[in-house]
């Protein structure tokens, strides 16, 4: 018999994001529940990555005793006050095989006995009272309703992305096609996609196919130069040796304009290619594998609460605080989020979106629990604010998984008040503007964002290339630099966005910004004037 229930946070998926935040929910003592259209969590990992091993990092021998510095190489485990489960203790592989994620995604839920309903396949959400009032209502397969008064959809990306190519819907799926290489033996392969999922699937059948081409547009991109974990890993691309050393495979650079499957069932492939002034050629091919990524399924949505969706329609549109702009009280979190820094951090995956989920909690206790975002008060001096910023950049790893996207907030209040300064950590950036302009953070006069990010160009240049300069590790200058450092940039609140200044704490090959000479002396001394304060400025 069909039931309905009733709680206050639904959240749809029991994957790394949904547990997240039923982890938090229920820390804070929400009313909340998890629905996992699966049999356990982690439905998602039993199938993907295909070839079963995953290029999220998992260093267990870090020479650190610090925990929060050992999350900045542990990719995989989750955030909790009891600093466990982790990941790091399931297996020692450095890229660890898809079924760990599976059974710890498990101790987690079970060590922390989150509320999930398994085998709960959510089929339809409507909202009676239109899309911007009114509570959530979800019903399940086997007729169960569920009554929300907001939802958290954590499902991921879960149908592939299917471009506009004439005769796509004959190839082969990322997701569907067999993983033996002995089933391609002396065959002629092309796939189709310029990603991981692509060359994962290319490096696979080095060994048996007699010729294997990727294709796609656009340049290929390296995440060893991007810093953007999505594109191009070393552990995937092997394929390009056996390209550049002549080993009869090839990388088109090119647009599939056609697909035809022939009686005898092979291919021919129409590909127009871009370095060679359009030129188009007809290429046959046995199989045909089409691995372009995945997108967000929005089918259980009416029309009257469809979130409104971006990019090629593969993702939910959001807005700074990951609501959805078009239907009030309906958020998102992990995988999906990626939209907000889109190619750039690392919101699309768990060593990131972990702490965007974080985020995400503590922007809903603010919104409707009346609960203001952490904050710890300081002097308001250049000093005390200097040693609080060289502390957290530092050891933080929530600004160095998500740099750029969050940042620690230095919030001067008022002159007209008590001057009051307030530090809070893991602000999203573009929410902190907004929330400042909106007054939820008090009556702020100037407030300072501290961030870690790589410099302006950093992915124009090979960072392998001796002749290309770099900033020295010694210079006080406070200027931009390509690798990974500290950005420290001044606001005024009744301005919020535009920055007023910044300084760049030099850069450091061990990636420890604490020299008294080279980073706490220029820091203090820009942070002296902006903070009205009194004290000398010291020479570097």
């Known amino acids: 018999m069909s039931h309905e229930e009733s709680t206050d946070y639904l959240v749809i998926g029991a994957g790394p994001a949904g547990l997240q935040a039923g982890y938090f929910l229920q820390r804070a003592g929400r009313s909340y529940l ?160 310029r990603g991981n999922s692509a060359f994962e699937t290319a490096d696979n059948l080095v060994e048996t196919a007699a010729v294997i081409h990727v294709a796609g547009p656009g340049s290929l991109k390296l995440a060893w130069q991007t810093h953007f974990v999505g594109h191009l890993r070393a552990v995937n691309n092997n394929f390009l040796d056996t390209y550049q050393l002549k080993s009869q495979n090839a990388l088109l650079d090119g647009h599939i304009l056609r697909i035809r499957q022939q009686p005898d069932g092979t291919y021919v492939v129409s590909v127009s290619f871009s370095r060679v002034r359009e030129v188009v050629k007809d290429i046959v091919y046995d199989r045909v594998i089409l691995a372009t990524g995945f997108r967000f399924d929005p089918s259980i949505f009416a029309p009257d609460c469809r979130p409104e969706l971006t990019i090629n329609d593969r993702f939910p549109a959001q807005t700074d605080a990951w609501e959805s702009p078009n239907v009030p009280g309906l958020y998102f979190a992990g995988t999906i989020t990626q939209v907000r820094d889109f190619k750039k951090s690392t919101s699309g995956f768990i060593h990131g979106f972990r702490y965007g989920v974080r985020a995400l909690h503590r922007i809903l206790e603010a919104r409707y629990h009346g609960r203001p975002w952490p904050a710890r008060g300081l002097p308001a001096t250049a000093g005390a604010v200097t040693d609080a910023v060289i502390a957290r950049v530092n050891r933080s790893s929530a600004l160095w998984q998500l740099f750029g996207f969050l940042a620690d907030a230095v919030l001067v209040d008022r002159e007209d008040g008590d001057g009051a300064v307030r530090y809070c950590e893991e602000v999203p950036v573009d929410h902190l503007h907004t929330a400042v302009g909106e007054g939820r953070f008090g009556d702020v ?49 009744a301005a919020p966005g535009k920055a007023t200044a910044e300084h760049h704490l030099t850069e450091n090959l061990e990636n420890e910004w604490d020299s008294e000479e080279v980073h706490r002396t220029p820091l203090r001394n820009f942070l002296r004037d902006r903070l009205d304060d009194p004290s000398p400025a010291a020479r570097p």
């Open 445 to 493: 006069g100037r407030y300072f964002t501290v961030t870690l990010e790589y410099g302006e160009g950093h992915d124009q240049v090979n960072p392998f290339d001796i002749t290309a300069g770099r900033v020295s590790q010694q210079d006080t200058t406070g200027l931009d630099g390509r690798y990974l450092h500290p950005v420290v940039r001044s606001f005024d609140g």
């Open 34 to 193: 998890i629905v996992e259209s699966g049999p356990a969590p982690g439905t998602f990992f039993t199938r993907f990555p295909r070839h079963r091993k995953l290029i999220s990092i998992n260093k267990v021998h870090t020479g650190w005793d610090d925990p929060e510095l050992n999350l900045r190489t542990d990719w995989n485990s989750l955030l909790s006050d009891e600093g466990a489960p982790l990941f790091t203790a399931r297996t020692p592989r450095y890229f660890p095989d898809a079924d760990d994620m599976v059974g710890y995604l498990a101790d987690f839920a079970a060590a922390h006995r989150l509320r999930i309903r398994h085998g709960t396949r959510v089929t339809g959400i409507t909202r009676p009272g239109g899309a911007a009032t009114g509570d959530f209502f979800a019903r399940d397969q086997d007729g169960n309703t569920y009554r929300a008064r907001r939802l958290i959809v954590a499902t991921g990306v879960r149908l592939p992305y299917v471009p506009d190519i004439e005769g796509v819907r004959t190839a082969e799926r990322y997701g569907e096609v067999g993983t033996d290489p002995a089933g391609f033996t002396g065959q002629r392969v092309l796939v189709v996609g």
